[in-house]
């Protein structure tokens, strides 16, 4: 078992990245050899301010360690510091078919009416991310549900290259979602919208780095229904913002949905939300304060990312040479 998986270094870590995949990248490192990395070559297929990148980078990387990363257990590592991804990246782009790429739905949304006007990058990122993947043979990549469908065009590429070069070089990973909730965190403004960094309303998520009154404040703000709690699970179907809600109180707290509405059935979201504000203030801010104090020492992070890739490069240089072999381009 390998697990190998990634986070764009733009804005700032919130529920969503941490319920779907960080705390669960955590429980991850002591069961597999686990590599993480800090997208910085995705973040290229849009707009990127210069002068910023290198410091989101390493607030990012705080983050991660903050949220119980261990770069003593797991290879930490900037995705841009290792070659080999996009070396991978373009051999694998006359394996990917351009029908497959307009078919994912990240692409469609993120380009909207907008195809002629986005950056190529932004179409062929899928195919980096599949380098990301290979390169390290990695069996289970640990995801939100939006990711899905990048692992799963991944394996179609692992075995079109396999087939095509008639090697058995890459292996297709699965996709490891969360249950529930952690799966797809939704907008705290809109029940049937993920919660995004890029959504314009920092209303709509809870960020590490928010103080304990904002996040007071984001969760009586949030959107609720006039409706009291249920006591059965089945009831919140069509609640879309109710359902996100307890999901949330649920992960957070780990009690299941069921137990989260005996505890609450009949109450109103007068009652709900002040607790759902305790548990979240609860897991958040010993980690906002580690943040803080990572923070202090930029150096020791270039220093363990450094680390990072130096490991990740020797994992990746024979999958590489083995590719380059497998299209006649021995080196
Ligand atoms: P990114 O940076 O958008 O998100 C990082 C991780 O957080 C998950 N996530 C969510 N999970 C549940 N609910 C949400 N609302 C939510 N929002 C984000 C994402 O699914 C992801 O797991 N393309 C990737 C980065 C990447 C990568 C890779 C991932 C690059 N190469 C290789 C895995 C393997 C991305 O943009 O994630």
């Given at each position: 078992m390998r697990v190998v998986s990634g986070i764009q270094p733009t804005g700032d870590l919130h529920l969503g990245n941490l319920l779907g995949a960080i705390l669960r990248w955590v429980r991850m490192q002591d069961e597999a050899q686990c590599l993480f990395f800090l997208a910085d070559l995705h973040a290229l297929t849009v707009e990127v301010d210069p002068s910023r990148l290198g410091a989101s980078v390493r607030e990012m990387a705080a983050a991660l360690i903050a949220s119980g990363i261990d770069p003593n257990k797991s290879i930490v590592f900037?995705?841009?510091?290792?070659?080999?991804h996009p070396e991978l990246a373009w051999i694998l782009q006359g394996t990917a078919r351009m029908g497959w790429l307009n078919r994912m739905t990240q692409w469609k949304d993120k380009a909207g009416k907008n195809k002629e006007g986005s950056s190529v990058g932004l179409f062929t990122y899928p195919v980096l991310q599949a380098a990301d993947i290979l390169l390290y043979k990695a069996t289970h990549v640990p995801v939100g549900e939006d990711q899905k469908q990048h692992v799963e065009l991944t394996r179609d590429i692992a075995l079109k290259f396999n087939t095509d070069f008639d090697v058995d070089l890459f292996v297709p990973p699965e996709p490891y979602i969360g249950g529930g909730t952690a799966a797809r965190v939704m907008s705290l403004r809109d029940g049937n919208m993920k919660m995004s960094k890029?959504?314009?309303?920092?209303?709509s998520r809870i960020n590490l780095t928010d103080s304990d009154e904002l996040i007071g404040q984001k969760i009586r703000k949030a959107k609720t229904d006039p409706e009291p709690l249920p006591d059965?699970?089945?009831?919140?179907?069509?609640r879309p913002e109710a359902k996100n809600l307890v999901g949330i109180y649920a992960e957070v707290t780990g009690d299941s949905v069921e137990q989260v509405l005996q505890r609450f059935?009949?109450?109103?979201f007068g009652a709900f939300k002040p607790a759902l504000a305790d548990a979240l203030i609860a897991l958040l801010a010993p980690l906002r304060s580690r943040l803080e104090e990572f923070r202090k020492d930029p150096a020791e992070l270039d220093r363990l990312l450094r680390s990072g890739s130096e490991r990740a490069t020797e994992i990746a240089a024979p999958t590489l040479a083995a590719a380059y072999d497998a299209v006649g381009l021995t080196r």
């Open positions: 900037r995705q841009s510091a290792v070659a080999a890029t959504d314009p309303s920092d209303m059965d699970e089945s009831a919140l179907d069509g059935a009949g109450q109103g």
